[in-house]
């Protein structure tokens, strides 16, 4: 059962007036300007083609092309400025920050506007007479966000153009919507203030029910809810997300050793870490040596005698459902497999998370995606989805190879 802190609903709910949200989330926020400490001092716009939006970015566009973050502010506040010494950190270093709400702006916020971020980004880089024609990295996308920003991360973590998501003290607030951790295969990380963290117990009940096999790393450091967004630079918190955002955007191994590995560098530190399926290379570890005996003289078996697949519905509401499927490795180890499915009449999938799928109704099939296709025999995992209509009815079965 999840815990629910009155207060951080509260946040979420983003029904506080926004100068109380932003005297408990640490302070007036400091306001942006020429900075950060990476090579390519930043600063902020706005543009009359993203309505209440601020932009961060290197003053000067670097040679090479920016990745995309988009930021969800805590307490799902409107002024972009909230957490803006943290985002013009990580914009110097060469990245496009955008973050929901104009600069001072008011109000409150909603996920859509992190999509609406994504879709400006793209079009700029296309187009002809911007300043970003073919200077952004429209193929490396994280989407992120602090308390009930990052509850507009989790909203859209599934948009397929997302590389990674960002968790910043914040955790899912009902168990109702766990099916938003069911539908990521992407990799995601966690930084949270600790035990002392309102957003804590929702972390960390998040964190362990993550799918199988997905790549995610789970940071605590023990300064509470506020975090350091308000420091130079973004303080701690500013450093670490950097660090995440080099190794995961821009293939930095060596940013991406803070993260992997029992001597990590955040191991070494006042980090608390935990890691799963976490390599260097952005794949996930083998969960069994590869064979080492000689191949078969005979053809494998094939059908469904590789795998078994076990279809139930997660929920069910009128007009929709959400269905999980578990797959089992026979008595061989398994380095791929496909599951059929078979809905009933008027059944359709409208998203679904852990798998690769043909079609949308009727008889579809889904495969496994790259970190979750190697199976030891006996083992399982397991892919889900959403749909429109009953889920009642529909058969699976598995082929594996």
Known sequence: MRRRAKIYAGLAAAIVPVTSVIMALGGTPASAAIGGSGPYPADYETSATLANHTIFRPQTLPSERLPIVVWGNGG????????????????SHGFLAIANGAPNGSGSTTSQMLTQSIDWAVAENSRQGSKYYNKIDTSKVAVAGFSCGGLEAYAVSNDPRVTTTGIFSSGLLN??????????????????????????????????????????????????????????????????????????????????????????GLCRSQWSVQQKNLTLDDGTPPTTPPPTTPPPTTPPPTGTTGCTAVYSVQDQWNGG????????????????????????????????????????SGTITVANQSYNGRLAAGQATSFGFQGTGSGSGATASCTGS
């Open 76 to 91: 799902c506040s409107a002024n972009g400025l909230s957490q803006g010494n943290f985002l013009r950190e990580i914009a």
């Open 175 to 264: 168990d109702a919507d766990d099916y938003q951790l069911r539908r990521l295969t992407k990799p995601i990380a966690y930084f949270v203030g600790g035990p002392s963290d309102i957003a804590y117990p929702n972390a960390m009940d998040d964190w362990g029910k993550l799918p199988a096999g997905l790549p995610a790393f789970m940071g605590n450091l023990n300064v509470g809810h506020g975090g350091t967004y308000d420091q130079a630079n973004g303080g701690e918190f500013g450093r670490v997300a950097t660090l995440y955002l080099k190794w995961r955007l821009k293939g930095d191994t060596t940013a991406g050793r803070n993260f992997v590995g029992a001597d990590c």
């Open 321 to 360: 459902f959400v269905a999980n499927v578990s797959v089992t490795a026979g008595t061989t180890a398994l380095t791929g497999w496909r599951v059929t499915l078979i809905l009933p009449s008027g059944a359709s999938v409208s998203s679904l998370w852990n798998g690769v799928s043909s079609g949308t």
